[in-house]
């Protein structure tokens, strides 16, 4: 990986901004909403994720001798400006969705109030790390919605926008339902549980396939999954079969066979049976090859015999929406409540908090409302997650993270967990009375 | 960011096949290929990027303390494998297309030949830091076939896979063309110009427009961009010519105005008209918003008096094809040329040289021939660059990357510099006789 503190990891305009703050002594306290202006297309909805970064981030943020150095080279600084930034720490407060919540657009998901500077100068890591994370989770979300009750096992790292975007996506997919990595660092730093085939390098590295088999099955006992299409995909599964015997007589399991190429749905049911008449109902078989929810959910449709999904390219990049336009809007400043009105831009004004209703079929709707707004109803969705620049509280486990992404997808409505093309009624977000007056009263100022 | 070395940043099956090669002393040298099996129906030529940071990895791969710490609780390793591990440096050689040139498909981008756990145990970082890369100068090297000679502003980092994306594919897109970044880092990392405007939430925190356009034309003299599309664009305008009136008795410079939303062609004139009446012709008009190739050509053509644009999501995440089908291939071990044979995945054996042909028109064709193969015409695209795991010779600067891009654009053949949709006929890549035969030879032992 490349060096370079994450201080630095902020447009410029970010830092000219804050300059002229800084002449100007503007820098009483604003509040900035993190929001996804719409949805794409391809999603019915998004799974929050990346906030645990974002804290990191936040309770970290200082400006270093090597930071202070290249920006006074820029000519654009002054020593005065070099000197807050200096002893620039993030003092503010953070109100957020909990990581692996369901979120639908124009919802703030995290809602930062500190002084102008700060709140202005965190903008960039804060989208980047919300809107990569999220757009991962979201993705995987609907892989989980396909697979079911199948398991399926993150297998990007190789090919998506390089090593933090590979571990931080297993760390997303993970979130969302993957129940391994094939990645190990996401392993060491997260503590995902990894998982691994074979390449099919491996298997010609050997003068015969059978010998390959074997050779891994004996270095591996029990935990060896067969990659069987290297020459001909159910040759390779009578292959596997001889050397599952072989281990058999020695009380070695075979764990699996892998699929990773041809018609998955059809190789599947020549290679069941080929294990089956083997006397190896036991031995799994795990597919891959450009796999996506549509994919899976159209081969376990089918009733394709797979055991388990590896999911790379398209979901880690997601490939089908592969950005999401998460934006940072001031909504409050030393004036009061503030509103952008550029065409197709219109932000809501004010501090806001979003109450989630659900009834006995699961989510019902959401209201946006100010935030001191009394509302009848719901659950409000924004918890407080950072007070004086510090958290309020010790984050949750990967593991309860999971867990609550899980019973969120379990609440949405049918319609919504239909992975497309055809319409559905989108998840209701509505605004309350309070903030409809705030808005209409603003607009009227501005017009 | 995230820590965690990058010895681990592997996918694990690379190291249960390490753990079985090391196991039975099959570590004699392999060679294997890194290509792009196709391109993307939306590019006709990809920019070789990335290989800089491929060499760095070679070259400092090591396995501390805390990676085998890790490994060794995984209960997939004996203490031989670990030890290995522990002392395992790259000492094998890398062949290489230069960074900055156009690849086609099929065409090894690198060749590695180390003892076979070595070579092995590198694929997923190169795989991932070449196709990122790759992926990013060849989107943005259509960005710079539709600016022409205008300027385009690298305005990713926000909204890409997260910070090392952002800091690598800027690295990318200036390669490309870009002339500068918005993401600071990228400046103290790469020296890549830093480059920025000013953001709504500016304009906002002041009560009136002017008021705000003038505090930043005086805070930055002769380096602000003025945002002029909060309130409503044409009238921005104005308040910019007054400001920049003030500004200009003064003697300070306006240097330019940004559109970020609407039509920007038909502002952008308006908005012209605007600045020439006021008698600032020398006021440059920035644009940006959703842009990409397609929209600047769409705007350009038109005629639209843009100068300079400000690209994106859509360049940085590569929107229209976010993912390129890279792979890593055994092409030759201690049993000579090698070949997988799995439907629609045929590879190319053993170890070779890609001679490029060029006319007076520019680039005409590529042979891959075998390395040792001797060819009538071309020059080879393949260079060493690391020899018992050691660059050859010092890596270019960024500067010599990007003007060796610049003309390998210049002699690509028109057709190729299209943007589409419309068929072209693509780069006539071929195989020499000498592999022709290889392949006809090993493929008929296999049958």
Redesign the interface.
Known sequence: ????G?A??????????A???H??G?DEP?T?DLFFRSLPEQRRFLVSCGLE?CLDYLESLRFGE??LS??ST?D?FDASFLDRLAELRFTGEVWAVPEGEAVFEREPVMRVTAP?IEA?LV???L???I??QT??ASKAARVALACGDHDFVD?S?????????????SRASHVAGASAT????A???FGIP?????????V??F?READAFR??AR??PG?AVLLI????TVEGARRAVEVARELAADGVPLQAVRL???DLGELARRVRSVLDEGGFTDVRIVASGDLDEYRIASLLGHGAPIDSFGVG??MG???DA?????VY??VE?A?GP????????VTLPGRKQVHRSRGGAGLESDLIALHDEEVSGGEPLLEQVLAKGARTAPSPSLEAVRRRCRETLGLLPQRLRGLGPEEFEPFPVTISAGLQDLLTCIGQV?E
Do not use: I, W
Not at 194 to 202: P, W
């Open positions: 990986m490349t060096a370079g994450p630095l990891f902020t447009d410029l305009y970010e830092l000219t901004m300059a002229s703050y002449a100007r503007l604003a900035f970064q090597s930071e290249y920006l820029l654009l102008l202005q903008e960039t890591y989208l980047n790390c809107s990569h757009m991962v297998f790292a190789r090919r998506v926008q390089g090593n933090e975007a590979a571990l931080l996506g094939s990645l190990v660092l392993g060491q730093v990894v998982s691994g085939t074979m390449a099919h390098s491996y010609m590295r003068r050779a891994f270095d591996l935990r299409d290297t020459y001909d990773d190429s041809g390219t398209k990049a997601s490939t592969p950005s999401l336009n998460a809007k001031l400043d004036d503030k509103l952008k009105l550029s065409p197709d831009k501005h």
